[in-house]
């Protein structure tokens, strides 16, 4: 059974559009929830995390919002870039030191100019 | 920032030997390290998590047998393949845990291929 569902597969954006990406989740004990960018042929980079005491967190284009009565989250890029196109991950965990992550399958992005 | 190095960033087996990958901190000390796999079409999969001063404790269906690792100090880590086979094949990643904002930092992976 999946824990972490994230839609869509894959995304295609004009440039200055607004890319969103979501996520559910199963398990009400999971309280951290980092997003990953992965670019090809490269490791996941760490782009934002949220806490579940929290409903949003902003940093620069970058906005997750979090859900905890739905289980829900989702990440929104601002202002989209060429440069952004690349794989996107949610991921989840029990504790905020995030050491066992369990993540989403990933959503890719192409953000055409 | 801090920084976590891979090697080899891309290597090549033939089926049934072992191939051994290594993971350094830089910059910061690593509590825990991670180990992941990324296979084609699937998503990441934990292997272990090893933590120093503490056993390392592996997921299901990975064994110390297969993925022994070894986490001598809080910078470096190594994690080796044994007798490798297709279903090995994927990007293995190294994730360290700094001791003080508790966030995993990936390294570049090693891309295993198995001829």
């Known amino acids: 059974q999946q824990q972490v569902r994230q839609s869509p597969q894959s995304l295609t954006v004009w440039e200055g559009g607004t890319t969103v990406l979501t996520c559910s989740y199963e398990?009400?004990?999971?309280?951290?929830f980092p997003w990953y960018q992965q670019f090809p042929g490269e490791g996941p980079a760490l782009l934002i995390s949220i806490l579940s005491v929290s409903d949003k967190k902003e940093d620069g284009r970058f906005t997750t919002f979090f859900n905890k009565r739905e289980k829900k989250l989702s990440l929104h890029i601002i202002d989209s870039q060429p440069g952004d196109s690349a794989t996107y991950f949610c991921?989840?965990?029990?504790?905020?030191?995030?050491?066992?992550?369990?993540f989403g399958i990933g959503t890719r992005v192409l953000v055409r100019p | 920032g801090a920084l976590v190095y891979q090697y080899p960033r891309r290597t090549i087996c033939k089926s049934g030997t072992s191939m051994r990958m290594e993971c350094q901190a830089v910059g910061f000390q690593a509590t825990s390290v991670a180990w992941y796999r990324q296979s084609p079409q699937k998503t990441f999969e934990l292997i272990a998590l090893s933590t120093v001063n503490s056993a390392i404790k592996y997921e299901q269906n990975f064994t110390q047998e297969k993925f022994p690792i070894s986490h001598p100090n809080l910078s470096f880590s190594s994690m080796t393949v044994l007798n490798a086979y297709l279903e090995d094949r994927g990007l293995y990643l190294c994730?360290?845990?700094?001791?003080?904002?508790?966030?995993?930092?990936f390294g570049h992976g090693t891309k295993l291929s198995v001829l």
């Open positions: 994730g360290a845990l700094t001791g003080t904002n508790e966030r995993l930092f």
């Open positions: 398990d009400s004990t999971f309280n951290y």
């Open positions: 991921a989840a965990s029990r504790n905020s030191a995030g050491n066992k992550l369990t």
